[in-house]
DNA sequence: TTCCGCAATCTTGTATGGTAGATGCATTTT
DNA sequence: AAAATGCATCTACCATACAAGATTGCGGAA
């Protein structure tokens, strides 16, 4: 439901910092100005000064009032609590289309699965990770709650700085795999299975975050 | 994880403004200006700006690039996916209370209840409304995803103004039947009764919606 | 050496002026 | 009369200037 103008200065100044900070090119407390981003960007202080206020809204940023703004370092409560919020919302998502599965339901999801071995046997991983992304948010479109997935979109970004710090690990072979269990049951109808797979697969990243904690220590609160 | 500040007055503003739009005082389909706002406080534009984005982010006002800012009325497919946001979520929480529930959990609901009680006795609609909201957020609590509860918060200002306009049908008697049986169930570790008692209690108020898109057609889009 | 205090210098918060775009109405043109 | 056009007047966006709190580091005193 957020609404922002695209074609503003404020609103590529967004974008770019957001993904500095997700893909660690800002690491989390750096400390940063209003000053210092204008002047990197070539623009004033006004349209940053915005960015900073929707980014600290979406949990990237900490605003101190009169000291100075930081990259929000990576709470692992937080991240918890992000994960509760994505496996609740998946899971019930996941009931409604397993509940009255459309004729077409099973062939989109093939197909989006198909696209993911492509990506996985040519090694492209940021297009395997587009695809990932993409099945859940078909699984979504597919309940009729797009809007909810823009909401885990949000919360995913928390998630994604904790996974880009531990790249290299996930095994999409087994994602895939998943993805088929998640497909299967959907297809059937089969609301308990569904659920259950989308519960493993959503859990299978869970073991990662103390370890990465204790890698990289200044990166957490 | 949204921060603000407090004690500015972009803040100040910020919370005036959501009260009037949420109590209706501001209707969806306003049209309002930073200038107008700005003369009406009392302040210069640029805090109100700020309160503007902040708004707009909460999908409480549609900012239109050079034209004006504007109540966004109310999308009913917006309300119905907030909804199930909601649902998602509570469910999840009162699966993990009733799952494994502390032994002071079912007298901290009793208390809650009891003044529940007491406030309807006394017609005190307000603090009734109050303490239903709590219910749900010591839910949240218990369950250790007190977050949680702060972003069905955000979204339940959509529902609110629907509410807004229905007001005085909600019968109290009921709402307080409702949670008694979800904090019987919860006492239990009955996770199956609990979450059967959460679904009914938050599908009570469905049925309101397209009387109310009837009855206020103007603050539907 | 250690501790205290002050001032320079950061920071964000606020105010104001100027700019470009969108709208609506009056005027002109066909 | 109807359609097109130009202009007055709105709007949000951006830039800049000023204000006030917070930090830091230096210098002097104990």
Do not use: C
């Not at 709470?75 to 289309?97: A, K, L, N, W, Y």
């Not at 087994?174 to 493993?200: L, T």
């Amino acid at each position: 439901m957020g609404e922002t103008l695209e074609g503003t200065i404020a609103f590529r100044v967004v974008g770019a910092l957001r993904d500095d900070i997700v893909s660690m090119v800002l690491k989390p407390g750096d400390v940063i100005s209003e000053s210092d981003i204008a002047a990197r960007y070539g623009v004033s202080r006004q349209p940053v000064r915005e960015a900073f206020i929707r980014l600290a809204q979406q949990g990237l940023l900490l605003i101190r009032p009169k000291r100075a703004t930081v990259v929000k370092k990576i709470s692992p409560d937080g991240v918890r609590q992000s994960r509760f919020i994505r496996e609740s919302i998946e899971v019930e998502i996941i009931r409604r289309v397993a509940t009255d599965p459309k004729p077409e339901t099973g062939q989109i999801l093939d197909d989006l699965i198909a696209d993911q071995e492509a990506a996985s046997s040519a090694n492209d991983s940021r297009r395997f990770h587009k695809l990932d992304e993409l099945f859940h948010r078909t699984l979504a479109r597919l309940a009729g709650v797009e809007y909810a997935w823009q909401l885990i979109d949000d919360h995913k970004m928390q998630l994604d700085r904790v996974r880009y710090l531990t790249l290299g690990v996930s095994s999409s072979q087994r994602a895939i795999a998943e993805h088929k269990q998640i497909a299967k049951a959907v297809s059937k109808g089969d609301v308990v299975a569904a659920e259950a797979a989308m519960r493993a697969h959503l859990a299978r990243a869970e073991v990662l975050l103390s370890q990465t904690i204790e890698d990289f220590p200044d990166y957490f609160e």
